[in-house]
């Protein structure tokens, strides 16, 4: 079974190239894990909630991967990791199956709770042998 996961990168202070780099290099660590594909989103729309005119630039990937815990952690930390080298953090907003996960400005440690707890909710539970 495949997992599509929608990745959403958007700041209100960058320009619209530098966002459009940064998706890029993203996408490139993407594709160097087990995934089906990391294609981009054209015509992406801004998240819902955000005020009109205040996101400058958006950047948007969706992933497509086969169903499993360690290609979904891989995913996961890859974007978490990626995006803790970057001087300018773009906000990012993840999507499974209508599930999603908001990050913008937190901590280190608020930031990997969050993503472990996403990952929980879309890892299968474990069968007893």
Do not use: C
């Not at 499993?68 to 993840?94: A, C, K, M, N």
């Amino acid at each position: 079974m495949n997992t599509s996961l929608q990745v959403f990168l958007y700041e209100e202070e960058a320009e619209a190239d530098q966002l459009d780099r940064m998706t890029g290099s993203l996408r490139e660590e993407l594709l160097e894990l087990e995934v089906d594909d990391v294609v981009p989103l054209d015509d992406a729309e801004p998240p819902p909630g955000a005020r009109s005119g205040t996101v400058a630039s958006l950047g948007a990937l969706l992933v497509t991967l086969t169903q499993s815990t360690t290609g979904l952690r891989q995913l996961i930390d890859t974007i978490r990791e990626w995006r803790e080298r970057h001087r300018v953090r773009p906000s990012i907003r993840l999507m499974i199956d209508g599930d999603v996960l908001e990050i913008s400005e937190a901590s280190t440690h608020h930031v990997s709770d969050a993503f472990e707890l996403f990952i929980q909710r879309h890892t299968p539970p474990k069968t007893p042998p």
